[in-house]
């Protein structure tokens, strides 16, 4: 009777310690992953290539997955539903995310790169300035920085969009259309502005110089940034170091993108020659650039709702 008691314990606390190891959380395996959405070429791109970013959390416990995203809409759906949890966008994906209810917070924000983005037509093109648009097929990702560019260039020339045919199309269809000639202009940022310019026969008809800062922008579920603030900081300080680095070697930089991507030097050379890489403090002008898109994606009824871009401060 006793062995078959010492038996039956015995056997109790295997299967105990087989479910409590079964059971334990990642946090308690040290086995975490943090997944992080990019696209090509933007600041989390070159923390991934840099390395830094992965062996600092790695020091923390963390695992980083990275995933590759075409343009910011994509992007923050993937936030929305889970599948990551950090991104970098521009700057009017935040703004639709919140308006269609998305629960995302501000984590960081990037320089402006309006430079390197604008509205691309052929060379020998008859259109010569934004007032010639008029009437002509203009292909860009809608929701994206680049509709919301589109909006304010057309602006600038007296126009609306109504007055132009707008062809709702990611990045690289539009180049497909561009490069056949079904649409007459392209409006999108680098490196796909300088990927048309030196191997599309495009000119930059205008840049985002004047038209919109074109920021990006890093964001999080309000949720998540909440419960991994050590984490967010650890992000973002490690962005920033790498856009430290970036500045100052950009032969290094070039190369090693040019790699990345599988893109030819002299476009990856253009599209890092022509901005300056940094992190900024959020303040107020920004909210209002934001804000200012946000009021705009309304009228426009490109968004469902009037919103308050300062309610996606993670202090909120």
């Not at 309000?222 to 050590?230: D, E, G, P, Q």
């Amino acid at each position: 009777m006793r062995k078959s008691k010492l038996l039956a314990l015995s056997l109790i606390l295997i299967i105990g310690f087989l479910v409590s190891g079964c059971g334990t959380s990642s946090s308690d395996t040290g086995n975490k992953v943090i997944r992080i959405g990019y696209q090509k070429g933007d600041e989390f791109n070159i923390a991934q290539i840099r390395g830094n970013l992965a062996k600092a959390l790695k020091k923390q416990g963390y695992k980083v997955e990275w995933k590759e995203f075409q343009a910011g809409s994509a992007l923050l759906e993937a936030l929305r539903a889970g599948s990551i949890d950090y991104g970098r966008t521009g700057n009017t994906p935040p703004v639709v995310a919140q308006a269609s209810g998305t629960d995302i917070v501000y984590v960081g924000v990037g320089k402006s790169k309006n430079v390197g983005s604008g509205i691309v037509v052929k060379k020998n093109s008859s259109i010569t300035s934004l007032a010639d648009l008029k009437g002509k097929k203009i292909a860009f990702s809608k929701g994206s920085s680049s509709h919301y560019l589109v909006v304010k260039a057309l602006k600038k020339a007296g126009l609306t969009l109504n007055d132009v045919q707008p062809v709702y199309l990611q990045p690289a269809d539009a180049r497909i259309a561009f490069e056949k000639g079904s649409v007459d202009a392209w409006a999108v940022w680098d490196p796909f502005t300088a990927a048309a310019q030196i191997t599309g026969n495009a000119k930059m008809l205008v840049n985002g110089k004047g038209i919109t800062t074109d920021r990006d922008f890093f964001l999080a579920k309000r949720s998540f940034a909440k419960s991994h603030t050590k984490v967010t900081k650890t992000v973002m300080s490690q962005v920033s170091e790498a856009m430290d680095w970036a500045n100052s070697h950009h032969t290094e930089l070039i190369a090693k993108l040019a790699d990345a991507l599988k893109m030819d030097k002299d476009i990856v050379a253009m599209s890092v020659n022509r901005r300056t890489y940094g992190i900024d403090k959020m303040n107020s002008t920004i909210l209002d650039e934001q804000q200012s898109i946000a009021d705009q994606f309304y009228q426009l009824k490109i968004i469902p709702k009037k919103i308050n871009v300062r309610d996606a401060l993670l202090s909120n």
